[in-house]
Nanobody, 118 residues
Framework: QVQLVESGGGLVQPGGSLRLSCAAS????????MAWYRQAPGKQRELVAL???????NYANSVKGRFAISRDNAKNTVYLQMNSLQPEDTAVYYC????????????WGQGTQVTVSS
């Protein structure tokens, strides 16, 4: 059984910063790709950023230069540093990871709300 537990969401003013964390736990053999997605009300879930096991990263155009994804392999944790937040960044943010236990499977966290408002 694998769990992804997110933390760090909340309410922030425009221009502010937040740091999200997502820790994976359970019978984990290895973790490949880790990523953050978000879903705003009435919109489809979209990829925000991903990081491979080797540390390569990829970002949605809308967050390039403002967000940074990183991971601590020793802690099975992925982070999302979000700077210069704007109201359009308001969404539920989900952690996602491709994890090998007995089989390779895709896992999701429960989501954490990020609200950017004055």
């Amino acid at each position: 059984q694998v769990q992804l537990v997110e933390s760090g969401g909340g309410l922030v003013q425009p221009g502010g910063s937040l740091r999200l964390s997502c820790a994976a736990s359970g019978s984990i053999s290895s973790i490949y790709r880790m990523a953050w997605y978000r879903q705003a009300p009435g919109k489809q879930r979209e990829l925000v950023a991903l990081i491979t096991s080797g540390g390569s990263t990829n970002y949605a155009n809308s967050v390039k230069g403002r967000f940074a994804i990183s991971r601590d392999n020793a802690k099975n944790t992925v982070y999302l540093q979000m700077n210069s937040l704007q109201p359009e960044d308001t969404a539920v943010y989900y952690c996602n990871a491709l994890i090998n236990t007995v089989v390779l499977s895709n896992y999701w966290g429960q989501g954490t709300q990020v609200t950017v408002s004055s």
